[in-house]
């Protein structure tokens, strides 16, 4: 396959960028779409041009690094899929493909489609956990817990972190993310003792990043690649107006 | 900031109140659809005139005015700053996007459909309510009250005003299509039970409740 | 030099609970006095940084990612191990030690893997206490599953994810420390060398990936919990940034690096598909619990299939050949994966191999369909078959799956004492980056029981017993030796962009790992290994003539990043060579073709190499120096592993 890439190039945080086109050939079907960057990238490399930066690390789907606004889209036109688990047999021969970094306030631009996302990890600092010091817990059998809590649970735990809610709501906003966690640890028995705070403080540490409201378009769930619910941004909700009436905390 | 206003003026505070407000004016829409439909009645306006009457005057609906303009002004002081701040969260845009395939077209522009329902909805305030409220209108012969039934059949006769009515109920439409599921899901309100319910029932009441609307220009342009 | 473990006297279920008494503490008052470094936050990086600030010291973590949360543990499917024998079929701590052991072909620690299984029990409650949403049952127990090796069930797991929601685990509790201000999070800065003052790890340097600067930081310990080096081979099942730099360079600083020949090749892995291929993608060895391993009884057969003229259901059943089942009746497709891999291997190399490139076997659930139905087995398994499809456009509930062996894991790594210390005083290595606990092939789901026992259970103890024997007195990165290591990472670096070659540090990378696959892979031998020797050597010659890199050094550079870890690859790839050279034995993952059975299994060499080999750095292209540490096996008897 012959293709034609339109790219975001930028020197660093405060450069201005721009698309830059690329032409690559040779394109095999088979190919993931960083496979396709990396010929990219070691074309430019022997010409003793900078090859383009690009987040990624596992390459099977999981780690969330990857973050590619491809065509239009978070992670390409493929649903329920990473750009790295995003193969070229989706595209045809002679395609134009733009490839951006995820747009925020709260992710600025490193270098070309690097973003900063430290402030997922902010976010979670400010109450995504429960607090146990190691060692003197409970056996693990003394919490039953059933198993459908745990299945929606476990649907909410597999966030992986990407950013691609961000990335697709015209908001940027970063409820479905905020929700994932909140909603984990709201319908465990071990989470239940910090829900009031957890719900508040992650939520002001979201308001502080600079991340948009949410206004229930669903594109943030239509793309993410782990297939996040809409009904936890209902629960994060819940949470939140139910903490912030009942909890002790007047300042 | 107390803890109140702080909880109000967060992103989600803020879709609660615009939620809360939202389904507020929608029951709001009901009542006033429902004495509109006094329209429809072949007795030259008197039903009308006689509902116009009450709601001008009656204390209880008097007070409720004075909500229902808070619920108003709520809804799109929330709105504009909530716009502001999601304009904010994005300062550069993607040079190539395609939401249309992830989220429907009007979740996405609820702020436009919104400014076109306010501007029907200074127009129509001009039309109706004003001169209903500051008595400028005729009386009607033999009776205590005031003919607005008239002013009715003078306005939609003229086709401008006629379409400006039926496009804003369009609008409104796709604003409620959204905004009544949307509402639920804001206040956290999101149940394998009940959610699909929701869903259809927002649609239906969306699409009735506009073309109730908009059918009465349209049967006084066309019929009366 | 002589090795000393540090093995506690006693009998062996004791010995841990009398270490953890005959340990100094730190006073609780003085822990704030000490500053602790922590470089990955993979499970050992991230559950031991957080441990740590939850007793009160200063912790300092690294991480190359641009978050904790990405480290490359996150990727681990299929489960992790402990003793609790909450189904009540005969599991216990002894078990779990015997089967570790025995499944590492005795190239273990006994008193390591002894407390490996005792602190088992407590990860899993820990994690639990986390949130982490582990299997359950209908009645809210947790549920389990056999793992390859084991014939118990005695595998907790979260559906294929079960990585991810560990170290989400302790990526939490380390959030939580971060918050309270007791850990400082320096992501996106990696380690390039260690800093000893008077003989002791005092600090590192690092380069912060965004800005390119060059920093010290020190500490009165350092933890290095940066994985494992399978990227030597290039294609692994590693994460593309994972690397060796951090503990390769803590060699070069004297500390001694352990049996780096063991490596795990993992058996169900999807076969590369083109030389683009910049990594392998590994499906959960808990596959191979439904899954049935076969290829086409004939040569002729496989041949016509991989020229298309027939296609894989046209195979008949007296045609295919279960040679996993049919070889090990009693472990069947769940033998352990060093003997899935060469048996896979085998089958290839006579030609009966599928897929085009005839590297390849079936792994098919058309029975466990049959026998369930595709929903149970779409609950077990369902993201790893759209894993598979996405990948290979296949879809498994309708032809049977191809795999292949590729590198998984590394067992080797540094060298380390029973408190996880390495030689060096007060630099710590734990979870895949030290040797310790997996012999010569590790059993599935117990790498991430043994990232989390340690970092979670033991160097909060071992650590602060070499901390209370030192003063609280801090160095400065001023000091002579911080200012020294500095200049040699600018001078690395420099030279590096200096070079302006003519080959990608890539072409260099994929060309070594070519040589590690065809001569230091699943099989080996000595005329192999010899040659190898020669070719890296030539290889890293060549690199340093001829390897470009552009740019410059302050600004995120991703081909300087990568120049660094490929010219450690280089040396590393050298010294796998040299100790797979040396040990005239197959165990494990290493085998030798020299040092079979007639049935083709390793043949280990008892008398003879039942020690660990430590080698120590004398410099790039001289040889290194081996130590060795005998095992004493005193609760297992040593026998030929038989599967059968």
């Known amino acids: ?251 | 900031m107390n803890w109140f206003t702080k909880t109000f003026s967060s992103t989600i505070g803020r879709k609660i109140i615009m939620s809360i407000t939202g389904l507020f004016l929608c029951s709001f829409l009901v009542v006033h659809l429902a004495g509109n439909l006094t329209l429809f009645y072949k007795d030259g306006g008197e039903a009308f005139n006689i509902y116009s009457h009450f709601m001008a005057n009656n204390m209880l609906i008097r007070i409720m005015e004075i909500v229902l303009v808070l619920g108003f002004v709520f809804h799109i002081y929330d709105a504009v700053v909530l716009t502001r701040r999601n304009k904010a969260a994005r300062p550069v845009g993607y040079y190539n996007s395609h939401p249309e395939q992830n989220s429907t077209w009007s979740s996405r522009n609820m702020g436009l459909l919104g400014t076109v329902i306010l501007v029907f909805l200074l127009v129509h305030l001009w039309n109706f309510f004003v001169p209903a409220r500051f008595g400028e209108l005729e009386g009607v012969p033999n009776a205590d009250y005031l003919n607005l039934y008239s002013e009715v059949v003078l306005a939609f006769k003229n086709p401008i005003y006629v379409a400006l009515y039926v496009i804003a109920m369009v609008a409104l439409a796709y604003h409620l299509i959204h905004g009544f599921q949307s509402a639920f899901q804001s206040l956290g309100l999101n149940h394998k039970k009940y959610t699909p319910f929701i869903q259809k029932f927002g649609y239906a009441f969306s699409v009735l409740i506009c073309l109730g609307f908009a059918a009465i220009p349209l049967y006084f342009f066309f019929f009366v | 030099m002589i090795l000393d473990s540090k093995i506690p006297e006693g009998p062996l279920a004791e010995k841990w609970d009398k270490h953890k008494f005959n340990v100094k503490l730190v006073n609780p008052a003085n822990k704030r006095k000490y500053d602790i470094i922590v470089v990955g936050t993979g499970l050992a990086g991230a559950s031991a940084a957080a441990t740590l600030g939850e007793l009160g010291y200063n912790v300092k973590a690294f991480c190359f990612q641009d978050s904790p949360r990405r480290a490359h543990s996150i990727a681990a499917q299929g489960g992790i191990n402990a003793a609790k024998n909450y189904q009540n079929d005969g599991d216990s701590i002894f078990r779990l030690f015997y089967d570790t052991i025995k499944g590492g072909d005795y190239r273990a620690r006994e008193a390591n893997v002894y407390r490996l299984a005792q602190v088992s029990v407590n990860i899993i409650d820990q994690c639990v206490a986390q949130g982490v949403p582990f299997a359950r049952e209908y009645g809210g127990l947790l549920a389990n599953r056999s793992f390859g090796g084991a014939q118990v069930s005695r595998t907790f797991y979260a559906r294929g994810q079960t990585g991810q929601q560990l170290l989400l685990g302790a990526y939490s509790a380390l959030n939580r420390q971060i918050a309270y201000g007791k850990v400082k999070m320096y992501p996106r800065t990696e380690m390039l060398d260690l800093v000893m003052v008077d003989g002791k790890a005092r600090g590192i340097v690092v380069r912060n990936l965004i800005t390119g600067k060059i920093e010290s930081h020190s500490a009165h310990a350092v933890v290095l919990a940066t994985g494992g080096y399978g990227n030597v081979f290039f294609l692994s099942t590693n994460a593309m940034g994972s690397n060796a730099t951090a503990a390769w360079r803590a060699h070069k600083k004297g500390a001694l690096f352990a049996n780096p020949c063991f490596t795990q090749i993992h058996p169900t892995c999807i076969p590369v598909s083109g030389d683009y291929q910049s990594k392998l993608t590994l499906m959960s060895e808990s596959l191979r619990n439904d899954g049935r391993v076969w290829v086409p009884k004939t040569v002729e057969i496989a041949q016509r299939l991989r020229k298309g003229e027939i296609t894989v259901n046209d195979i008949k059943e007296e045609d295919r050949d279960y040679y996993l089942e049919r070889k090990y009746p009693a472990f069947g497709n769940l033998v352990p994966r060093d003997v899935a891999s060469r048996n896979a291997k085998l089958v290839c190399d006579e030609g009966r191999g599928v897929g085009s490139s005839g590297l390849a076997v079936f792994l098919d659930f058309a029975d466990a369909i049959k026998r369930d139905g595709q929903a149970t087995v779409a609950a077990k398994y369902g993201n790893l078959f759209e894993m598979y499809e996405k990948i290979t456009d296949e879809n498994p509930y309708e032809r049977p799956m191809r795999i292949y062996p590729a590198v998984h894991y590394t067992m080797g790594g540094l060298w380390v004492d029973y408190n996880l210390m390495t030689n060096i005083p007060g630099l710590y290595a734990t979870g895949e980056c030290n040797f310790s606990d997996h012999g010569a092939n590790r059993l599935g789901a117990s790498a991430l029981m043994q990232g989390l026992a340690d970092g979670y259970f033991v160097i909060p103890y071992t650590i602060g017993d070499y901390l209370a024997q030192n003063p609280t007195t801090k160095v400065t990165t001023d000091h002579p030796a911080f200012k020294e290591a500095e200049q040699a990472v600018i001078a690395k670096n420099n030279q590096l962009l200096s070079i302006n070659g003519t080959r990608t540090v890539d072409d260099f990378h994929k060309a070594l790992g070519l040589l590690m696959w065809d001569y230091c892979g699943m099989a080996r031998t000595a005329e192999g290994l010899q040659f190898a020797k020669q070719e890296i050597r030539k290889l890293r010659d060549e690199f340093w003539r001829d390897v470009k890199v552009v740019g410059v050094n302050e600004e995120l550079n991703i081909t300087l990043e990568k120049a660094n870890r490929v010219a450690d690859f280089l040396e590393l790839g050298e010294l796998m060579v040299d100790d797979a050279l040396h040990r005239n034995e197959s165990c494990g993952g290493h085998f030798r073709e020299e040092y079979q059975t007639p049935e083709n299994e390793a043949l280990r060499d008892d008398e003879n190499f039942a020690y660990v080999a430590a080698w120590e750095f004398t410099g790039v292209g001289n040889e290194p120096v081996l130590h060795k540490e005998e095992l004493k096996f005193e609760n297992v008897k040593l026998t030929q592993r038989s599967y059968k």
């Open chain 1, 1 to 251: 396959m012959d293709l034609t890439l339109k790219v975001w190039r930028q020197k660093n945080r405060e450069a201005a960028g721009a698309m830059v086109t690329y032409p690559v050939k040779g394109i095999s079907p088979d190919m993931s779409f960083l496979e396709m960057l990396d010929v990219l990238n070691e074309d430019l490399l022997r010409r003793g041009e900078d090859p383009i930066a690009f987040d990624h690390d596992c390459r099977e789907g999981i780690c969330g690094m990857c973050s590619l606004y491809i065509n239009g889209r978070p992670h390409g036109p493929e649903r329920g899929t990473t750009t790295c688990q995003l193969h070229m047999r989706h595209f045809n021969d002679g395609d134009t493909i733009s490839i951006e970094p995820w747009r925020a306030a709260a992710f600025p631009v490193h270098k070309d489609l690097v973003v900063d996302r430290s402030a997922f990890d902010r976010i979670q600092q400010a109450g995504g956990y429960i607090s146990v010091n190691t060692g003197g817990v409970p056996d693990a059998n003394a919490i039953p817990i059933g198993k459908s809590i745990a299945d929606k649970a476990f649907d909410a735990a597999t966030c992986i972190g990407c950013g691609a809610c961000v990335a697709a709501c015209k908001n940027s906003s970063a409820m479905l993310f905020v929700s994932a966690k909140v909603s984990q640890l709201a319908m465990l028995p071990q989470g239940k003792t910090e829900r009031k705070t957890r719900a508040e403080n992650m939520v002001s540490q979201m308001d502080v990043e600079g991340f948009g409201a949410c206004s229930n378009t669903g594109a943030c769930a239509a793309e993410c690649p782990v297939g996040i619910s809409l009904e936890n941004i209902a629960i994060l909700n819940r949470e939140y107006l139910s903490a912030k009436a009942t909890s002790e905390h007047v300042a």
